[in-house]
């Protein structure tokens, strides 16, 4: 039964099945537990009262109802999860692939359980009797340092990875956020990173829908520091967490959430890099805008390179001893380059100089009229997700030395969700033009070659995890090579 006591239902003519009245009698469905074709008998809606009953009791005994009910369909005693929960495959940290999900049981109630793909035996099963309103998703799950960290219904579970032991929950009181830019470089969305203090423990740092950015103990999730933060990203460096609002940046302690370093007004962004943290400038009196290098430990600055128009909502990245960001210019976008270490940069010729050109020299891109969507490291590459001003997009891995191109994508189609996917050298990308498949690029960025493709109908997660590229879409997993793309598995929960 999917439906509570006393809310207009109809049996299903086939399994026998109660469901909601609802529908228009005369349409024609399948039913949703024995997955038959049936002609609604009757039809009409509820009542108000009778509709906010049966919210209410969807949002707390849905999930459970829905999922015991489908255990009586046809195929179901296969099933390893329960039909409400999606497979999340993780890495276990030791080169094991695993697949999370949740199942339940009449009267026992709910547990999360880890499954070998490859045998489909169970590894391991923990919080037994728990009960699930929702059931946890690819948003919601990463495993991190040898833990898995999952929220269920407002709750952070920490997880040993390998035994499935519990380690600690939190109380979050929402959902999780989610971050889906930082996705690409460390392979999950949940917005949940480790935060490094020399020395110390490290932090667990979440962001919770509440607008709530909560600092954690990784051993015991003793919550360290609590902090509304609704505006912006957050990034952690070295002994820092730093924090992005509209023109503020705050560098804070990750141990204590204390606040080391607060600009306001005239800045623009800060993101933690080689050396400290990078804090964009505007032109302030006799300061130019640029962007200066901030010791966090101190507070002190660095080093300053004079540049109009730097833009660090596009992530700079550090690649052959260099910091690469991105400036806004008047044929489009132009690459700056800076010394990591002391701030140079390639200045002006002294003809240029003496008719007035100021600041550094900044590169081309090897196309005019292009702005960079988001730019990566890639061994001693850089991967560059392009527009043209014409709205053509074009992916492209450059040499961090010589900005010659090593691969040129051409136009592709706009649409790329899950997005580019980057792990050391290794890069896979999903492309997808309007109502099409995806299509699964994987690319060498040292010979700027097109290693496969391959097109999938349905596509919810790419992921670079142990040795295999992770293709998951609705229930189903495949695992392909990294370099030849062949099949490694099929996974069907």
Known sequence: MVVPAGFPSFPCPSCGGALP???????????????????VPIGGGPTAAAAAQYQAWAMVQGNTAAALADQAAPGAADRVFASTSEGILIDDGRGRLLVIGAQVTQGQGWMLRAI????????????????????????????????LYTVIDGTLYALDVATGRGLWRVQLGARE????????????????????????????????????????????GQVLWRRTWDDGRTFAGPGVIVLNSHRVVELVRPRDGVTLLRLEGKVDGGRPVAGGV???????????????????ATGQQRWFVACESVDLDLDPVAVGGQIVAIVNGTRGHQLLRIDAATGATARKGFVARLFGAKGPVLADLPWTKHHVSAMWEVGDALLLDCVSWDGERRLAVLDAATLA???DSGTVPRDSTPGVRVRGAQIVVS??????????????????????????????????????????????????????????LHFAP
């Open 278 to 296: 990078l804090v964009e400038v505007d032109e302030d009196g006799d300061q130019p805008a640029g962007v200066k290098l901030i010791d966090p």
């Open 177 to 220: 956020a989610v971050d889906v830019d930082r996705a690409a470089r460390v392979g999950h969305e949940m917005d949940l990173y480790e935060a490094e203090t020399p020395g110390a423990p490290t932090t667990i740092v979440v962001r919770s829908e509440n607008d709530l950015l909560w600092g954690l103990d990784r051993d015991s």
């Open 21 to 39: 009245a609802t529908m228009a009698a005369g349409m024609r469905i399948p039913c949703p537990l024995c997955q038959q074709t049936i002609t």
């Open 405 to 407: 191109v090593r691969y």
């Open 116 to 147: 070998d793909p490859s045998s489909r035996q169970v590894v391991w099963e923990a919080l037994h009797g728990s009960h699930f309103r929702t059931c946890p998703t690819r948003r919601s799950t990463c495993a991190l340092g040898g833990r």
């Open 431 to 488: 492309l997808r033009s309007s109502g099409g498949p995806h299509e699964i690029r994987a690319i060498d960025p040292a010979r700027g070659a097109m290693l496969w493709s391959r097109q999938l109908r349905y596509l919810d997660e790419l992921a670079l995890r142990g040795n295999s590229v992770v293709m998951a879409g609705g229930p189903t997993i495949d695992l392909a090579d990294p370099t030849t793309g062949q099949d490694q």
